[in-house]
């Protein structure tokens, strides 16, 4: 009899903390802050990866990671509006190219070499970058293969690549498998809110 007890009162405990659980969860759900695009639709939850702020987003069958920053200038920034791409200072989110002049699709740099091992903006499931011309921001998405050495000629800093600047080396980078101009799908400004 004794047992019957004690084994009903652990069962009773049992599921009332497994309700508990649930319950939880369904309400830390309700304060995730999300960012939402000028359209009011939701992009997704706000995360930080790398110290950035952004979503996770699954761009042409690959989870990645897509920075956000505030809209602004240096003299000035938004208390409430943001923008897609990293508002790091470069070199992080330095944007390599193949070419002399910055055109064609860039590379996703790693490293600058053995010598300096500097790790540069590429987080997420699978690295990408998001580089902003004019009005449109498109994120470069790496293919699936590894990153391996590539040779460079020129550069633009992130996220005001106005200038393109000669930069001749042999990095260590992935190469681009594919794009996908988010301001498109998800325009700006962006907001976070509940």
């Not at 990293?86 to 010598?115: E, H, K, M, N, Q």
């Not at 699936?144 to 393109?164: F, K, L, T, Y």
Request: charged share 15%.
């Amino acid at each position: 009899m004794r047992s019957i007890l004690i084994a009903s009162v652990l069962a009773t405990l049992a599921l009332t903390a497994h309700a508990g659980d649930d319950d939880g969860q369904h309400h830390r759900d309700r304060h995730v802050p999300k960012v939402f695009d000028a359209q009011g639709r939701e992009v997704g939850p706000l995360e930080s990866d790398a110290g950035q702020n952004g979503v996770y987003i699954e761009i042409n069958g690959a989870i990645t990671f897509v920075p956000i920053g505030r809209v602004g200038t240096a003299e000035r920034g938004s208390a409430t509006q943001f923008q897609w791409g990293s508002d790091r200072p470069i070199l992080i989110g330095t944007v390599a190219y193949p070419s002399s002049d910055c055109s064609g699709t860039p590379v996703l740099i790693y490293s600058f070499g053995s010598a300096t091992q500097v790790l540069l903006y590429t987080s997420g499931p699978r690295p990408s970058i998001a580089v902003r011309q004019g009005a449109d921001v498109t994120v470069y998405i790496a293919s699936d293969a590894d990153s391996g050495p590539v040779n460079v000629q020129s550069a633009r800093g992130n996220p005001n690549p106005s200038e393109c600047t000669r930069f001749v080396a042999t990095i260590t980078a992935w190469t681009v498998g594919s794009s996908y101009v988010i301001t498109q799908h998800h325009p700006e400004p962006l907001t976070i809110h509940y």
